[in-house]
């Protein structure tokens, strides 16, 4: 029976057909907040959940190049990295006198096939394409930033040297029509 799931499973795979993976998760300090990172169809998307109501919907993440295809579409999962900061500091001025800056992380590293994207010149590069997703999640909120390693392991280096970003696709697809709150960082 294994070896039949076993085989099933291959054969979809080599069939092209999108099997779902499980998405990858993180959550906040305190446990309220809830990350969700996933692929579909090797488009990454991202949602966040409050006390497991949504308050991101999935959305996509990504950008558009000039003069090459886009950081998009056609990724596969590499790894995924989890870690925990905890810290507290003082600040030089200000109304706190010590700042707790604690978070969990998740570091998601996405690949481009080599052969998959086009390259500026219109070929097929060699090596793959290597974008890296890192979420902080604190117990107030999320935050995200898009990496682009030079080096992707042991002597390996990534295809994407230098690039024009043409367009940001990321996505915020919020619930609804929410009200914002923030410190005012101009007193004048």
Do not use: C
Not at 10 to 29: C, D, F
Not at 125 to 132: E, G, I, L, S
Not at 153 to 174: Q, R, S
Request: glycine share 6%; charged share 20%; no cysteine.
């Amino acid at each position: 029976m294994k070896k039949l799931l076993l085989s099933l499973f291959v054969l979809l795979a080599a069939l092209g057909l999108n099997v779902t993976a499980q998405p990858t998760t993180l959550k906040s300090p305190d446990g309220q907040l809830k990350l969700s990172f996933e692929l579909s169809n090797g488009v990454p998307y991202y949602s966040l959940n409050r006390a497991d109501q949504p308050v991101v919907l999935p959305s996509k993440m990504g950008f558009t190049l000039e003069w090459r295809d886009d950081l998009a579409h056609a990724f596969v999962l590499k790894d995924k990295q989890y870690s925990t900061f905890d810290e507290t500091w003082e600040p030089v001025w200000g109304e706190e006198a010590h700042i707790r800056n604690h978070y969990n992380e998740l570091l998601v590293t996405l690949e481009q096939p080599a052969g998959s994207v086009e390259s500026m010149d219109g070929s097929t590069q060699t090596k793959a394409t290597v974008m890296q997703i890192r979420f902080r999640l604190y117990n107030d909120g999320l935050g995200f930033r898009y990496e682009f390693p030079m080096e992707i392991e042991n002597g390996k280096f990534n295809a994407l040297v230098y690039f024009w970003i043409k367009e940001e696709l990321t996505e915020f697809a919020m619930t609804g029509d929410h009200t914002a709150w923030w410190i005012p960082g101009d007193y004048d």
